[in-house]
């Protein structure tokens, strides 16, 4: 082995960084599951140095090896270094890809991850262009939840969250893709689950990472505004099945304006008709501000995984808002529902389940860039 | 063997008919794929007595002994005995389904299929009950086209047609429904793959099978109206693969009328207005006219098996008739595209796709049924 | 559609035939699952002009066109012809593959199938080559018992044995080959399943196909010694799961002798010495005799897909066959054995194990010869 | 969260141990892949306190809750406390497996790992009963080289091994047996692939563990006499492969003796008949040491992932010992090759192939030991 020279994060060369940022580098946050960074480096051995805290919601990373998946660990408060490989042949490079398993953490105030530096005794070489690039905004599907555990674990904990078994990854790196998350499980495109008002991605989407009330994480630029010099080919929405739930959940108080809120359905089963026009008002609003801020990418509105519940009211929307623009560069696609046998844990999507959206994600987006891999 | 008994198929104990006739039912034609009879039985040799005629169209046929398909082959003109089991021990029951490979065979004066008797040696035991009740509308994926042959088969001759290989039979097996398929390859909702306005479903949904010409079948009832007594619980439409074809092929003339019809696509490639709008109507229209004969019906719209093009201007119709209409019982779902690797004889969907296919609408009919297989 | 030319089997340019046969060729005696002929043809139409006769178990025949199966069906006594495809593409040519699905059914006095002539409008060109060639001799798992049918059904007649699904078939395929099928069910290589000592194949395996006692078959070559022209690089042997039977079946009388025979176990339910060791001469004088009549063949015996009780004896013999002679062209392979969930009709091998011991061999196959498909 | 608790692993309520040990249960060490500990327990919390050294050949470890893999990660130098499980709902009990992932790496002075104690706020309950006892013997291939990591990768490093992707593992997960592993990369029943002669595993199989040489280990009992208290109903041996390398390596100097050895090929490429002679009376010797320990198991000698050569001389050796000893409570199984398809790193067996292995195996237990999972 060489001597391990450490590098502060920000002066690796050809760093790729996947996932959003703010304008702050050093220390690099990273905000979203799949947030990562990547590097092509030769040497025996790489440490990365990350800081970490967390209540609760403690933070899992995950660490591929030219490609491959390798490890994946829980992190616990304070500056640490962790060996990514060791005993290496030296003059061989590896890519190595390491990120964060767990979503944004909503409203949480305590738990961050921040990539301090790398250590290495060998030298980073050219990182892989990603021309096609990708972004995935969602809820609980998208933050992975119940891609790892067992059927029978139910309990919501950082654990059974991922971005290294989520279809988002699997179609970026079956695509070669460059990606970016944006999900909060429980949140919607309109409300909550459990009709909480303030739980919509669209009110979020223009900072860095305005879900977070971390400090650090607020320090480092997580709720600057958002620069959008991220543009993707095709953008990927799923969202809709909170908003679902929210029909069926009791009404929700606002602690803070004690506003009270409830989705509500018919004496039938059907959505109340004001309701539902709210959710789809919702709905053209979001892929208004998506279109505001990219206006070359294709965007795809996908919806099914846990229910089709909501794909005519998200298609009229969707409809509504290509007639009144003349914007033809949005699409609707139903995802296959997961059926029990493909389930992970608390009954969310499972392995089988994404590698089965994957599939048809990956074919849709061939389809639509022309791109052939 | 014991002395085998010629018994008029119109005086079958239990026999269990497939697919649409009219009101003949000595000889029973067979007028679409799917479209066949079922029987339990006993004895050591079982034999169907058929008729059936042809010009360049040959029907095929298949048989299936409890639920696995034994033999599929071409029948040819003339009057004629086809052995389905023999040598079969006489006490054992077999539940025997043989059926027609075929679609109806549009604007064709010549094919028919007809089942004369069955000679057994054996008795006529009750069938099972189909206690879910399923149709499916189509065109040439509806149709089987290309479930048999290689890849690189491109001619359109009857073998490559089947309903054995076909998520419509796939689907109603795994939930042991009784099925109906009103199919035709090229056909839409709206307009022929060709811009052929007469090549359009709805105008013949109201009769039996006036896709025929044939003057046997027309005896037989074929262009009777339909008296719509089988009540699905779920009818399946997939329609609109042809409908957006046409948008990309060269104008039509009507050879009778001389009128000249063609769906145009503007400069930048998106779908004329008054074109696009012609289809939603025709879409509305379909609904419109299935309801009226299905009261109870579950109608679900299914679209992508050969691409998502068509999704959102589906989906407007179906909003458009459920506000106008108030009925909710409509729905819609994106079944996944077909991929090279899926796909059978002239680029269509073959054996997998099928599967995939069928395995996404079971899902969904567990669900919207609420049937537990 | 041109004018349709008979042309004799035998005079048909290019033919290729798959298949153990005697001198005549006119008509062309197909007698063995698998055994069948293959054209590379042009025309709108083709015909194959068989004549078959049977008692209680008669023939099934298959088609594959352009190498997608196409057609399964029964053929009853009589000269007849058979439309293999018709309306097709002149000037395109089709290979088209005919085959028998029924094995060689020993002791039968009646059953037979002979290719008389084709009629095509189109003309015959040069055939594939297939460099390498395989040869498969077995027992009912070899002649496809079980592979049509369902789970339920267990009776002993023609239609649930096929070549078409048939792990033979599969691996020829997959590999490019031409293959020759000598396969009996019931059949062992020192006895029957019954104990009926004249049920091995050995005794009969010098000559074309002396199973059947058919007076046609027999007219047409069946007791001629075999001339060995064909030489495979390979021979799969799966023979072994009748001998292991016999030890649990209780005795068995030859009608004619009256010579009485059993396979013993020992009291703790091994295998009595002298019995295990009758078993074992015999799979070392079936190899020898194999050598004999090919100098070159690589040998393999397989064994497993109905159990893994004779591994051990197996190759006991063909350790012994190597030390005594040196010829270490001869090998051993187990093939996994058939799990509930794999099972075709009567408790035999169905498509996915056969499919799964497919996988085994192919692998093999390309190892031993060092073709790379 | 409850206050946690540190208890010694030695007096943990129903701890399930996986994997050999000694008479030393304080530490706990863990000297072979998959080794481990299994407890059931309730709380939010559960820490694992371990002790771990290396060199170049550091420890892995992975974390399975419920039966399904949540962690897998590098372990370093020092006493550490490794979290396990948080913020988990406290009355529900929570199954934890903790296992090695590194073989136990031969000849390292250095690398060790012990499980000191477990830290928890809840109540260790009764862990399952595991009737079914299992033992694997092997190589690389057992010690699940090459089940992490791309097919690019072709270093010999610890993170490409694993117990947690590994037949065994499947296997067992499968039967719900419990199980020990023994395995060495690069060994053999007779000698090394490099023709390393102190590299056969019968000479360590009789003490706990004494291919390492790490003092700390040693002091916990690793060179001690193997008690076999663990009768385990089926011996698996997976080994051979590297015997075969070995007649193609160059010869071998013992560094310490200078003695020079190598396995030799004839001309022809078969083996010398005395160097083949002396593999098979590995093979008999070793299966005499099993069946010293183990009167009751069933030993399967299982060979063939990485190639068949030895198939044969193996069963010759099996055969002598059945013949010599009367003792048939021995068999022979071929694992399927791995194809390229299903290779994964440093062409090894991937996730693809040890599953595939994993199916037959399961299938020969349940039908040798009778049990119906």
Redesign the interface.
Known sequence: MGELIRTEISKIPYLHIFGRTGRAKQPLPLFFNGSGIEVNVTGSELWIEIDTDCD???V?VACE??????????V?PGRQKI?L?????PT?AKVVRFYRELQATSENETTYLTVESLLSDGEFLKTDDYPLKLEFIGDSITSGEGT???L??T?W???YMSASVNYATMVSKELHADYQLFSQGGWGVYCGWDNDMRHNIPAYYEKVCALTLCKKNIDLGAHEDYDFAYQPDVIVVNLGTNDNTAFDQPEFTDPVTGMVHKQHRNA?G?YDVDDIAAVKKAVFDFITMLRKHHPASHIVWCY?ML??AL???I??A??DY?NKTGD?NV????L??T?LEECG?HMHPGYKSHKKAA??LV??IK?VTGINI
């Open positions: 609760n919601m403690e899992w090896i030219n490609g491959a998946l390798i490890s994946r660990q829980m616990l060996c490989f060791r005993s290496q042949e061989e790892y555990g067992s029978e674990d309990v904990v950082s654990m039938d059907t099914g229910g089709y794909t005519l009211p298609t009229e969707i409809n290509r033809n699409a609707f696609l139903n296959p529902n059926t844990s599939r048809v074919d849709y389809q």
